[in-house]
């Protein structure tokens, strides 16, 4: 029996029911269409949609990286990905950065970093390489840094992750690096403002013309939320549980490796590193501290077993609920006076 078909008076209704959103929607994409128009459909990351974090769909983003923590015939244990961070401070102040780089400051040298890779090289493998920070296009050896640490993990992937706004005036020496190692450039807008995006497209044209590969991230339009804030506008730890706030985290697989020392994630890591630099208030981030990141020294199954494990107490600084919140930069007065809280607090 044939359906009957819809009535012609309810489909116009509904036209113009739709007709408002539509409109909407054609106003928020209106300050992405230039950026994207200058670069190729290929190479860029749409927006990302909004998603519900819910406990489902951080298992189902961490599921494969579990999968690829492995022991390697040649003895080494297989990892997703590792994270260094060359340079600690950045040239933007985000609010809510999740490793809190707008009060961290300083660049790690060169002899450091290859010197951690080329410790952990004999004990692990990771997947893809990352560089991130911080802004890495603040440190002056970038360059050595990108093709060193090629020398070192030759077969793994390595990306770069910035905000964008200093590849326009970055060095040909970091350019050529960053093609020679075929390593890919992920600018992640922080800002969104007018300013940025100018900037922006830049780094990608520069990018394009010399036939890097890269990606384009609206991160200014889902903010998560990672710490607290006193009145004051101090950032401190949320006191969660550890099992509730390790089941919606999306930073289970961004292993670091920091100061000679493999953290189970990045934001362990920035804590850690943020008290041992006194730009945290250890009172006001005790609950990290209980955690202890492998050593140098750290044999593969404890390699093994520290990444395969789950959560650990110290998961209880970390948010037990997803929240987005809009991008915001700090004023130079907000955050001189937040450092000089956390001096007297330290």
């Not at 403002?193 to 922006?200: G, N, Q, V």
């Amino acid at each position: 029996m044939q359906e009957p078909s819809k009535p012609r008076g309810l489909a116009k209704l509904w036209r113009e029911v739709k007709r408002p959103f539509k409109k909407v929607l054609r106003e928020i994409k209106r300050p992405f269409r230039q950026l994207y128009r200058h670069a190729p459909e290929e190479q860029v990351a749409m927006p990302i949609e909004l998603v519900e974090h819910t406990k489902e769909y951080a298992d189902a983003r961490h599921k494969p990286f579990l999968a690829e923590v492995y022991l390697r015939d040649d003895g080494r244990v297989n990892l997703p990905r590792i994270e260094l961070y060359p340079v600690l401070g950045c040239n933007l102040r985000c609010q809510h950065c999740a490793i809190l780089s707008p009060y961290r400051k300083g660049v790690i040298r060169i002899e450091e970093i290859v010197r951690w890779c080329e410790t952990w090289n004999k004990k692990i493998r990771p997947v893809k390489l990352l560089f991130v920070g911080g802004e890495p296009f603040l440190h002056p050896d970038l360059a050595s840094i990108i093709i060193e640490s090629h020398r070192i993990w030759d077969d793994s992937e390595l990306e770069i992750v910035s905000n964008g706004l200093l590849i326009p005036q970055t060095s040909q020496s970091v350019l050529d690096a960053l093609k020679q190692t075929k390593t890919r450039a992920v600018i992640s807008d922080h800002s969104g403002t007018d300013l940025s995006s100018e900037k922006i497209v830049a780094a990608c044209t520069i990018l394009r013309e010399k036939g890097i590969p890269y990606e384009l991230r609206q991160s200014n339009t889902h903010w998560r939320v990672q710490h607290q804030f006193k009145e004051n506008g101090t950032p401190v730890a949320f006191q969660s549980s550890p099992r509730d706030a390790w089941s919606v985290c999306l930073t289970r697989h961004c292993h670091t490796l920091h100061n000679n020392r493999l953290y189970k994630c990045s934001i362990l890591a920035s804590v850690i590193e943020g008290v041992n630099e006194g730009a945290l208030s250890s009172e006001l981030w005790k609950g990290a501290l209980s955690y202890s990141p492998l050593s140098s020294d750290a044999d593969t199954n404890s390699i093994l077993e520290h990444f395969r494990s789950g959560f650990v107490e110290a998961c209880s600084v970390c948010p037990e609920k997803c929240e987005n919140v809009e991008s915001r930069q700090l004023s130079a007065v907000e955050l001189r006076q937040v450092k000089q809280r956390t001096r007297r607090t330290a």
